[in-house]
């Protein structure tokens, strides 16, 4: 089981995960879109092919804690 801490620019929480989940599956069922989103995975940019990925696969280990965030770029940003 992973700790992940999951979350957006405005929300975050924790959820318990196997190392097998995929990352989209995750991100969906806790309804955070990735729509204009930067995905980071414990602070390293996730590209989007790699939303189809398992966090095991990522390096993220069994027993661990991990942070899983979407970071959305506002139109007024600079």
């Known amino acids: ?3 992940l801490t999951i979350g957006t620019n405005t ?3 924790n959820v318990i995960i ?3 989940a995929v990352l989209a599956d995750v991100l969906a069922a806790n309804n955070v879109s990735t729509t204009s989103a ?3 995975l414990n602070g390293s940019l996730i590209p989007g ?3 189809q990925e398992t966090f095991e696969a990522l390096g ?3 027993e661990s804690s ?3 965030i ?3 770029k506002a139109d007024s940003a600079a």
């Open 1 to 3: 089981m992973i700790n």
């Open 38 to 40: 930067a995905i980071h």
């Open 60 to 62: 993220v280990e069994d």
């Open 49 to 51: 092919a790699d939303l």
């Open 70 to 72: 979407a970071v959305v």
């Open 11 to 13: 929300e975050r929480k």
């Open 66 to 68: 991990a942070m899983l």
């Open 18 to 20: 196997e190392p097998d």
